[in-house]
């Protein structure tokens, strides 16, 4: 069995645009930014050239369940295991795909 990135998680599960860039932080690990301004999103583990709108802070393999659905993210957040910050409006303009 083939165990998914967090990078790759997330470029299957961001694919269209919302306007912003979300800055996933995973705990012990580098940085991944989302940047929602291209359509598709970039997913890159380099910075876009703009701050982040929104961060989200957490275990990897929690944030890698929680880009599979907005239903995830939310379980998550409201868990306690994911943390989010910045402006919260990105996160009404999410579609993810499963």
């Known amino acids: 069995m083939t165990t998914t990135t967090l990078g790759e998680a997330a470029q299957k599960a961001f694919t269209k645009s919302f306007g912003a860039v979300i800055e996933l932080r995973p705990e012990g690990a580098e940085p991944f930014f989302i940047d ?8 890159s583990t380099a910075p876009p050239g703009a701050a982040p709108d929104c961060v989200w802070r957490g275990p990897a393999d929690v944030m ?11 379980s998550a957040v409201i868990n306690g295991r994911l943390v989010i910050g910045g402006d919260m409006s990105v996160m009404t303009r999410l579609e993810l795909s499963a």
């Open 36 to 43: 929602g301004r291209a359509d598709p999103p970039k997913v």
């Open 64 to 74: 890698r369940r929680a880009v599979a659905s907005a239903r995830a993210v939310e």
